[in-house]
């Protein structure tokens, strides 16, 4: 079993910046890609950014495009997710996810998830 654990949510302005972070631990030989997900009351999970193994291979969500950078520390499994220039709508509990596969956005893809951590945009 893989456990995945984020921290670094939390409240910043429009125009500002939060870095999420996301620890793997147990079974973690097993990933190979990571991703980031987002989801609000009403909403299906939304593909935010997924990282290969190596950390050479990202894929970004077009809404966040330009503004959040995916990335990923090999050696302690931990990823990362730089978000700047925030704007409202990317309010959102945001989780973590991770999987035996390569990098994708399918949610059906990753077996393994965190519990999420919110992020607040405010205006």
């Known amino acids: 079993q893989v456990q995945l654990l984020e921290s670094g949510g939390g409240l910043a302005p429009a125009g500002g910046s939060l870095r999420l972070s996301c620890a793997a631990s147990?079974?973690?030989?097993?990933?190979?890609?990571m991703g980031w997900f987002r989801q609000t009351p009403g909403n299906e999970r939304e593909f935010v950014a997924s990282i290969s193994s190596s950390g050479f291979n990202t894929w970004l969500g077009d809404s966040v495009k330009g503004r959040f950078t995916i990335s990923r520390d090999g050696a302690d499994n931990t990823m990362y997710l730089q978000m700047n220039s925030l704007k409202t709508e990317d309010t959102a509990v945001y989780y973590c996810a991770a999987g035996a596969g390569g990098i994708t956005s399918r949610v059906e893809s990753y077996p393994y998830w965190g519990q999420g951590t919110r992020v607040t945009v405010s205006s």
């Open positions: 147990g079974r973690s030989f097993n990933v190979n890609a």
